[in-house]
């Protein structure tokens, strides 16, 4: 059997500084380009999250607990009332929980201000995030179930 080797010319051993700058240079024109579209994409992440829980999640566990006790719970028995059976009155006589597997937070790691009956939807209850700027007067980013 022959030694079969790849033909290479032998005064050629590796790249030349010009083709490692313009491989730079590339790789940096690229990294400029993207990264700043990458950037704000957590933001709206945490966002779709926290809309996906006020209108979606903690709704379902709350219309189940609605079903199987005709009300759904107070502002002072909160979203806890979907973990654990609630002691104060009006005292669930067909709880059927837990309703949640944990307590939800919002994406910010706040907990979700529940109103029941709701100041903007007295008919059922007010759920809402106050979002990044929790604490700020900047209302321009609360995530709510009443907008």
Excluded at 32 to 41: E, F, H, I, N
Excluded at 45 to 66: F, G, M, S, W
Excluded at 96 to 106: F, I, Q, T, V
């Amino acid at each position: 059997m022959k030694n079969v080797s790849v033909l290479r010319d032998p005064h050629q051993r590796g790249f030349t500084l010009i083709e490692i700058l313009l491989v730079v240079i590339i790789m940096g024109t690229l990294t400029a380009m993207v990264l700043p579209r990458l950037m704000g994409r957590s933001d709206q992440a945490r966002k779709a999250a926290a809309q996906a829980d006020i209108n979606v999640n903690i709704p379902t566990a709350l219309k189940l607990y609605e079903l199987d006790n005709g009300f759904f719970p107070t502002s002072d028995q909160g979203l806890d009332a979907l973990i654990k059976k609630p002691a104060s009155t009006p005292t669930p006589q067909n709880w059927n929980g837990p309703y949640l597997e944990k307590m939800p937070l919002d994406p910010w790691g706040r907990p979700y201000q529940y109103a029941s009956p709701g100041i903007h939807r007295p008919h059922d209850y007010d759920l809402h995030s106050a979002g990044k700027n929790s604490g700020e007067d900047k209302s321009d980013d609360d995530i709510s179930n009443w907008q």
